[in-house]
């Protein structure tokens, strides 16, 4: 099967709604590749596992925390969701891997979420974030600051809501204007 780039999770039911010929018929091609295949076997896998929560592992419930929050943001901010992506730093990793994505420019402690919309006077969001009892490393605390500083909202956020709050703060600026920066 050739990879068209289409995620697995596209939420498209009707690709009728899609203008564009070429993407219309990749949409519904990989629907009804889907359909025929019938539920992925690691995806029911996944689910009849435990919650994270009850295995103690905090990475898992970072996980969980940020799969929550973006379910969130795409129902209720979607046009900041379209302009959002995750960069998966977290994880324990070979280290022929690791070294691999350092050489690729992956840098300790950036934040988690992405956003490149600006908004207000800054240039986008940048969203770490955390579980209520998580801990904050130096390195992130570095890049939050490094960030600021070049005119991004970066901020560290505890838990669901704050970083919620801090999705609908962003949000709530308005258009950017490019002179409030100086």
Known sequence: ???????????????????????????????????????????????????????????????????????????????????????????????GVASKLFAEGVRAGYPDLLFDLPRGRYHGLRIELKTATGTVGEAQEAWIDRLTAAGYRAQICMGLSAAQRAAREYWQLGAFQAGLME
């Open 1 to 95: 099967r050739r990879n068209s780039g289409w995620s697995a999770d596209v939420r498209i039911s009707d690709p009728s709604t899609i203008r564009n010929p070429s993407a219309r018929r990749q949409i519904e091609e990989a629907l009804a590749d889907t359909r025929q295949r019938g539920p992925d076997p690691k995806v029911e896998l996944a689910r009849s596992r435990k919650p994270a929560a009850h295995r103690g592992d905090d990475a898992a419930l970072e996980h969980e925390l940020q799969v929550s929050f973006v379910a969130w943001l795409e129902s209720a901010l979607p046009t900041l969701y379209l302009h959002m992506t995750a960069v998966p730093h977290g994880g324990h990793r070979h280290r």
